[in-house]
């Protein structure tokens, strides 16, 4: 038992400071990323640091309101939450504003707002909430195709809005639905199934193939119960993934637009022509380039707040948006680039912690999509700041500059801690 005047204090404290902790920080490096030399008025909201500051503020206006809506009103409007979420997503196809290429933005006033960054809190929920009905059982292929469903839904939505990095957000929900039980199998089709398509772009269909039907043999053999008929099996599941490797390279080819192309061509070293493709490096990685210099420049301890000459000088295009990583390292370099991944690290663990001591289903999945989303986001774009995959537009949550960004993983998070202050309050 607890008092009633203790009743509203029992959150996870830890967490929100996590929380604080990079967004404020972020914000920091918002004003590094966007002042040209000139006097800073942090109320100036004419300056993207002037406008995330309110956004900051506004987050504090959602998290009260978060925390105090009954826990259970979550799970029982999910699916409303869901519909009314998809519903705006193709609204977007009438009223939404076009920027740089992508139809994602609704224009209200002088701001936008980008429907997609709530949709993956509105697909966390609807997950949650089918997942912890009592006659669904994630084994069972009708609930497999239901789930697929679930997420292909505002996935599709967003690609059609030409928006590719936010659609390869809801991958991450993979990593719920093996906690929850899904088969190991479709983790090992998915895994084949990346390499296969990686291979056949590097080297060619006759390595890939070759690499297919081995890993295929030793499945059936060594790692799978003796069947009848292995040979036929192993070669007609072997054709399929041969197929999908040349679909891989016809598509890559014919299909692809060119700036995609370009980029997996340079992150693969596809181009034969040192020439053509350092040319191509000029043209299409410029930013990858600049950041990678930025990033570099500072060194062990960095140059110092406001200091870094390559941010001030506006050398990495987008820095305080997707890019914002490359600011932590020229201004703090490698001891604040640590502090920062370290901080994510144990915020996602702490998630991950509080999600495994839930006592509903609801709670429990929903406690792993917000930490399979965060770690979706952090690891596609550290990644791609430091050249490790391709350049794939998906903002640092928490930390780079934008309302609906800030907005859409503040209500992400802080739902959950709305939902693990139900099991503390209950002790």
Not at 64 to 75: G, N
Not at 195 to 221: E, M, Y
Request: avoid cysteine; charge should be positive.
């Amino acid at each position: 038992m607890i008092r009633e005047t203790d009743r509203h204090f029992k959150f996870d404290w830890i967490a929100i400071l996590l929380f604080f902790s990079l967004a404020i920080f972020g914000w920091v490096n918002i004003i590094s990323a966007s002042q040209s030399g000139e006097v800073i008025d942090i109320l100036d909201f004419s300056k993207s640091y002037g406008k995330q500051l309110l956004f900051i503020g506004l987050s504090l206006v959602l998290i009260v309101l978060l925390l105090s809506v009954d826990s259970k009103f979550y799970e029982r409007f999910s699916s409303i939450i869901y519909v009314v979420s998809m519903l705006s997503l193709v609204g977007l196809f009438v009223f939404g504003k076009n920027v740089n290429g992508a139809t994602s933005w609704y224009g209200i006033g002088g701001m936008t707002i980008q429907p997609s960054e709530f949709a993956k809190v509105a697909t966390a929920l609807a997950i949650a909430k089918y997942l912890s009905d009592l006659n669904t059982n994630i084994k069972q292929l009708k609930h497999q195709i239901n789930i697929v469903i679930i997420l292909l839904i505002p996935a599709f939505l967003i690609l059609l809005q030409k928006d590719a990095g936010s659609t390869l957000v809801y991958g991450a929900f993979f990593f719920v639905l093996y906690r929850e039980g899904l088969p190991k199998i479709y983790l090992q089709i998915a895994t084949l199934t990346l390499f296969s398509a990686i291979l056949s772009l590097k080297f060619g269909l006759l390595i890939t193939s070759a690499f297919i039907v081995t890993v295929v043999a030793l499945k059936f053999f060594f790692f799978t119960k003796k069947t009848r008929n292995r040979i036929p099996k192993i070669f007609a599941i072997a054709a399929l993934y041969i197929g999908f490797a040349f679909m891989v390279g016809y598509v890559f080819t014919n299909l692809l637009p060119p700036h995609q192309k370009d980029r997996i061509t340079i992150w693969l070293s596809l181009e034969k022509d040192p020439i053509k493709l350092e040319r191509m490096k000029k043209l299409e990685a410029y930013n990858l380039n600049e950041s990678e210099k930025a990033i570099s420049s500072g060194g062990f301890s960095g140059k110092g707040f406001l200091d870094g000459t390559r941010t001030t000088g506006k050398f990495v295009p987008e820095q305080h948006t997707d890019y914002i990583f490359s600011t932590v390292g020229e201004e703090w370099g490698f001891l604040g680039s640590s502090a920062v991944v370290i901080i994510f690290v144990l915020l996602m663990l702490r998630v991950l912690f509080l999600a495994e001591r839930q006592k509903t289903t609801f709670s429990r999945v929903y406690g792993y999509s917000v930490a399979a989303i965060l770690f979706f986001h952090f690891l596609i774009n550290i990644g791609m700041v430091m050249g490790l995959i391709p350049t794939i537009g998906i903002p640092l949550p928490l930390f780079s500059y934008g309302g609906s960004g800030l907005w859409g993983f503040t209500i992400l998070l802080f739902i959950f801690i709305k939902l693990d202050s139900n099991r503390i309050n209950e002790w």
